[in-house]
């Protein structure tokens, strides 16, 4: 119910009519539910349903009105690939092109392989059962879903529609699919099903006296992280993905499309593709075996009703250069990106990450942060042209500190740090999520340059805290340049920005630097040690530290939109006035003078206060800005703004 209300709010901020029931109202929509245990429900009366087959016949017919060529059955062989995609060819013969759009679903997976693409894309059965007709069943039910258990329905020409989630799905061999296969189905999968049936009925006693007519079982597509893949690969110009769609492409069809033909038009869409851009996942990703190992758990994880938690089905797979050091510091660990990051440090619970913030706050912590990706930018002028692609603009070299990389639409590409090693030889420094994509962006951007990711080569720690200039002088770093130098026999490149000290080595000189920060700093500064990455986030979002991709619109800025949305979107800090208030979500609505004027973009609570990072398109009114919880309108306190 709690995120019921909250997509409530959400659409309220758009407009839309999402109308959170009582039981008894939930009733009168859908008098075939069972009143036991139910306790409300989401009402949303623009839905629609859609016939995927007339769908499909429908934008066949104005794409032909239109100047297209369609070709049916034309299963394709090979892609042909030099600079850029060439040609496609089928049994009938070669099409000459320079772009490919990869839609092929399941088999999206296998078209990517024709160009040595590795989609992380999971094939896997998805059934429904339709029931043979029941007596007074009302021929106006909504659909209607039970994501927590893991089905949804609909009416069906006087029969009932049920489908399953399931857990531990059946995957699907798709090079093993017969040539022909296009729109076959799988046999019966009882097995799957009988699991749900008692909870089915215990929701629908109805279901408990029908017959089962007809078991559907065919395929369906699936990702890591429960969004489609969208967009150009940055190995293969001209070879596009719209594909992984979990069982969502109907819905997502005419937004997706729409984007994706803008970008192939005009080279970029007019909304924030990142979270499904096709380069977002880790080459491991790609890999047989983590399909494989993946894929069973996909096709429930996704459908819950509690926010997805994406399982990650084998730990271990990229360690830190000091991970055994953390290891015996009682590190508590969580995978990003595939690296094991120690979260917090000591016992389980909220104690150890409010000890971990309070130290930052009042003396200094040491950071594993090896996990963050690095990027080498090298050759003859590198320095001035990162100066021109950063925020900085200038034509001289650019600075060590952060750098925001920005297009020429006035959205911004990447947020990172940089690390002079050299005239002309600059370590860019980017949290592991964005890594594919600023890389992409530098390449693109910096042709004549050496633009490489060395993630692996360089290992990577912060001293951060109101005491972490005293930590750092403690560490007596014997400077050979300006950023350069030894800690001990160590040697370290260190870069200050907003007070804290980055401070790189290669990977080889990892343990030892480690142990020699903890030592000579610990000895310096009171309470020193080592702090995980949950309290070094929420620090961030309490001093209104924006990320890319969460907090900043990565792709244009937000006056082209129109003057619906008015001027600049900004990036704005905010905390409650009460701090035992209800904790906002990403992506709950801000209101101001009676309007929505943006959404929540990260939240931390940091010591007496929740703070709050949001994006913000509308005007404010200091004296009336309050976030919209589901449950209730909080008042916030207005901190400071970026453009």
């Known amino acids: 119910m709690g995120r019921i209300r909250r997509i409530a709010a959400h659409g309220r901020s758009a407009n839309l009519e999402l109308d959170v029931l009582s039981p008894k109202e939930v009733l009168e929509y859908l008098p075939i539910v069972s009143p036991q245990g139910l306790i409300g429900g989401l009402w949303n009366p623009d839905s629609y349903r859609v016939d995927p087959t007339g769908y499909t016949e ?203 033909a803008e970008l192939i038009i005009n080279g970029s869409p007019t909304e924030d593709l990142s979270s499904v851009d096709v380069n977002r996942f880790q080459a491991f990703e790609g890999s047989e075996e983590w399909v494989r190992l993946s894929g069973p758990d996909l096709t429930s994880s996704g459908y819950y009703f509690t926010n997805p938690v994406v399982a990650y089905p084998a730990r271990n797979v990229r360690l830190s250069p000091v991970h055994q050091l953390l290891d015996a510091q009682e590190a508590s660990f969580e995978p990003i990106c595939g690296w094991e990051v120690a979260a917090y440090f000591g016992s389980s619970g909220p104690e150890p990450v409010r000890s971990e913030c309070q130290k930052l706050d009042c003396a200094a912590g040491l950071s594993d942060q090896s996990y963050y990706g690095k990027i080498r930018v090298v050759g003859y002028g590198a320095g001035k042209t990162l100066g021109l692609l950063a925020s900085q603009q200038t034509s001289e070299a650019i600075a060590a500190g952060r750098a925001v990389f920005a297009n020429e639409r006035g959205g911004i590409e990447g947020i990172a740090t940089i690390i002079p090693l050299g005239i002309d030889d600059n370590l860019i420094v980017v949290e592991p999520e964005a890594t594919a994509h600023l890389l992409g962006f530098l390449k693109s951007k910096a042709p004549d340059l050496r633009v490489a990711e060395e993630t692996s080569a360089w290992a990577l720690f912060v001293v951060a805290g109101q005491a972490a200039a005293e930590a750092v002088k403690a560490l007596h770093i014997a400077l050979t340049t300006s950023a350069q130098g030894f800690v001990g026999y160590v040697p370290v490149t260190v870069v200050e920005h907003a007070a804290d000290f980055s401070m790189l080595t290669p990977t080889e000189y990892a343990v030892g630097l480690y142990k020699s920060i903890l030592a000579r700093a610990g000895a310096a500064v009171a309470e020193f040690g080592p702090v995980g990455s949950t309290a070094m986030e929420r620090r961030r979002v309490a001093h209104g530290v924006a990320r890319w991709g969460r907090d900043v619109n990565p792709y244009r800025a937000a006056d082209i939109l129109g003057t619906e949305r008015g001027a600049l979107e900004r990036v704005i800090s905010f905390s409650t006035v009460d701090a035992s208030a209800e904790t906002p979500q990403v992506y709950a609505p801000i209101w101001s003078g009676g309007m929505c004027v943006g959404h929540v973009t990260s939240v931390a609570p940091y010591n007496d206060r929740i703070a709050i990072i949001g994006r913000v398109f509308g005007s404010l009114s200091e004296d009336e800005i309050v976030v919209d919880t589901g449950n209730d309108l909080i008042p916030l306190t207005l901190h400071y703004s970026r453009t």
């Open 58 to 260: 429908a934008m066949i017919r104005i794409a032909k009105s239109r100047g297209a060529k369609v070709l049916l059955n034309k299963r394709v062989t090979s892609i042909a690939v030099g600079d850029r995609v060439r040609s496609v060819t089928t049994p009938d013969g070669t099409i000459t092109c320079e772009t490919v759009i990869n839609c092929a679903g399941i088999w999206a997976r296998e078209i990517a392989k024709m160009v040595q693409l590795d989609l992380p894309i999971v094939a896997n059965e998805h059934f429904f059962v339709v029931t043979k007709a029941i007596a007074d069943l009302p021929n106006d039910l909504p659909s209607f879903r039970s994501g927590d258990d893991l089905f949804y329905g609909r009416e069906e020409v006087g029969s009932l529609l049920l489908g399953v989630f399931d857990e531990n799905a059946r995957q699907i061999d798709v090079a093993g699919l017969a040539p022909d296969f296009s729109f076959g189905l799988f046999p019966d999968a009882w097995d799957q099903l009988n699991p749900y049936v008692e909870k089915i009925i215990e929701k629908l006693p109805i279901f408990g006296t029908a017959e089962i007519k007809n078991f559907i079982n065919g395929p369906e597509s699936f990702t890591p992280d429960h969004r489609y893949l969208l967009g150009e690969s940055r190995a293969v110009p001209g070879f596009y993905t719209l594909a992984g769609m979990n069982s969502g492409g109907i819905g997502a069809s005419l937004g997706a499309g729409r984007q994706l």
